[in-house]
């Protein structure tokens, strides 16, 4: 089945303590992305990847690092979390940027203490 | 950036239509998009329309774009229980990066 996985669901973890959210898709797609949605400011980007080893900022990028390594994972990367950074995550990834249309994961809830 | 802006609640009652309105303020989008969320899901892609279009109709759903004044509707005919859910409105401008509403939340009422 064609999807986007990420992983895990939901984590809750402690300020400081560095963590990894992980994307993958299995449609051969150039094109990823991560968003954060909060309640009343919608889905936000974070960072995007064009393909394998161009990533680039989006709009809310501070407090976060990405890599694409390789064609199907871009991890999302939290070196030090804070409580701002409590939200609901999707990665989503398309064909080519230009493309119609983006499939989305089932998102990860994280929540800084 | 880009702006795109909706209403954020809709109550209908189940069996009429339901019609969210989004405005945007990229002229040159290329693509504009409406997703559904459902509780605890992702998001789904319900539909999309190309920026030369001014209307899309795919079974229950009508999208019309007015492009001179930068405001696209998503019509629901016959509106479900299962259509209870956040839809967000979506635009794509030449950077190729999606620019998404606050989201609307529809509430369909017996």
């Known amino acids: 089945e064609a999807q986007v996985t990420q992983n895990p669901r939901y984590l809750i973890t402690v300020t400081g303590k560095k963590l990894t959210v992980t994307c993958s898709q299995n449609?051969?797609?150039?094109?990823m992305s991560w968003y954060r949605q909060d309640p009343g400011l919608g889905l936000r980007q974070i960072y995007y990847?064009?393909?394998?080893?161009?990533?680039d900022k989006g709009d809310v990028p501070e407090g976060y690092k990405v890599s694409r390594k390789e064609k199907r994972n871009f991890p999302l990367i939290l070196e030090s979390p804070s409580p701002n950074q409590t939200s609901l995550y999707f990665c989503?990834?398309?064909?080519?940027?230009?493309?119609?249309?983006?499939?989305f994961g089932s998102g990860t809830r994280l929540t800084v203490v | 950036g880009e702006d795109v802006e909706q209403s954020l609640f809709l109550s209908v009652r189940e069996g009429d239509s339901s019609v969210i309105n989004c405005t945007y303020t990229d002229s040159s989008s290329t693509y504009l998009y409406w997703y559904k969320q459902e509780p605890g899901a992702g998001l789904q892609l319900l539909t999309y329309i190309f920026s030369n279009m001014d209307m899309k109709q795919d079974q229950r759903l009508t999208v019309l774009l007015n492009k001179k004044d930068k405001h696209l509707s998503l019509r629901i005919a016959d509106t479900q229980t299962g259509d209870s859910a956040i839809y967000f409105c979506a635009e794509k401008s030449n950077d190729y990066k999606l620019s998404f509403g606050a989201g609307t939340t529809v509430t369909v009422r017996a």
């Open positions: 990847s064009m393909n394998v080893e161009v990533t």
């Open positions: 989503a990834s398309s064909l080519s940027a230009g493309s119609r249309g983006y499939t």
């Open positions: 449609m051969n797609h150039e094109y």
